[in-house]
């Protein structure tokens, strides 16, 4: 089982829409995935169109009550595709996180103490800030997706994500590696978005995936109907990017897999 967490402290980049189109296109090629929404914002939730009564476990119960992936897990409508929802309750567990003395390790303790060949590959759908929720998912990750998105800034908030990860490194998990880096809403008609593609890589070199993912309304249309865009719509220039990636992202596996 690998695990995979999508971060970046910045607000709106794409985590969440990475999170969910990716763990789609990754179920369709029979991956056994499991998504966990550690955003108290619920958002990967919504997308999936799951209501409140679908929320019954969260990944609240993971971090706080000990609670077992796989009693907290509900399927999508993608086959193939499992879901740990968030609630409310998530925006109060960094502080109730604190009164464990590890604090840092609930969600890998969950995520070790699952001992089933339930899922291949684990998503980590993280919120936008590098607190003791995104810190737990990295501690228990064998690698992040970043998405970056394509703006003058984007590189300045890149290393402070970069300089986390090495504490991480460092202190909890000395194996994190950095699967890859997305460009997310890519902008033909701007210049500016190819200026800053450009410096990306100039900087970050291989890490970064050679696909980039446009700027497509239906990417944005599809969480408020309750599907993935790849559903929603799959032959939009958004689906057909993400299912790119999907592919860059599998050719990367095998070598965490030998980490693993
Ligand atoms: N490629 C895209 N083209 C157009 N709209 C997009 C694209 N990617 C994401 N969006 C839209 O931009 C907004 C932010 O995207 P998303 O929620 O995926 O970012 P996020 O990084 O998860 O945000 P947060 O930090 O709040 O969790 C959403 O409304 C989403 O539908
Ligand atoms: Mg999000």
């Given at each position: 089982m690998i695990v995979i967490a999508i971060a970046n402290q910045k607000g709106g980049v794409g985590k969440t829409t990475t999170a969910i189109n990716v763990g789609t296109a990754l179920a369709a090629t029979g991956q056994r995935v499991l998504l966990l929404d550690l955003d108290p914002q619920g958002n990967a939730s919504t997308g999936f169109g799951l209501s409140r009564a679908d929320r019954e476990h969260s990944t609240y119960d993971l971090l706080v009550t000990d609670a077992n992936l796989e009693d907290v897990a509900v399927p999508t409508k993608v086959p193939g595709l499992d879901i740990v929802p968030a609630t409310q309750d998530l925006s109060g567990a960094e502080i109730e996180l604190i009164e464990f003395e590890a604090r840092t390790h609930r969600l890998d303790g969950a995520i070790?103490?699952?001992?089933?060949?339930?899922?291949?590959?684990v998503l980590i759908d993280c919120p936008p800030s590098l607190g003791l929720l995104t810190i737990n998912a990295m501690v228990a990750a064998h690698a992040l997706l970043v998405p970056l998105q394509c703006e003058f800034f984007a590189l300045e908030g890149l290393s402070q994500l970069l300089n986390t990860v090495e504490r991480i490194r460092s202190r909890f998990n000395p194996g994190l590696s950095i699967l890859g880096v997305v460009l997310t809403m890519y902008d033909r008609r701007n210049r500016l978005t190819d200026q800053v593609s450009d410096?990306?890589?100039?900087?970050?070199?291989?890490?970064?995936?050679?696909?980039?993912?446009?700027?497509?309304v239906r990417l944005s249309e599809a969480p408020s109907h309750g599907l993935p865009a790849l559903i929603y719509d799959h032959r939009c220039v958004g689906s057909q990017a993400y299912i790119a990636l999907a592919r860059e992202v599998i050719d990367r596996l095998p070598k965490l897999k030998k980490a693993a």
């Open positions: 070790s103490r699952h001992s089933g060949q339930r899922w291949d590959v410096d990306v890589r100039a900087v970050l070199g291989r890490v970064v995936f050679d696909t980039v993912i446009p700027r497509n």
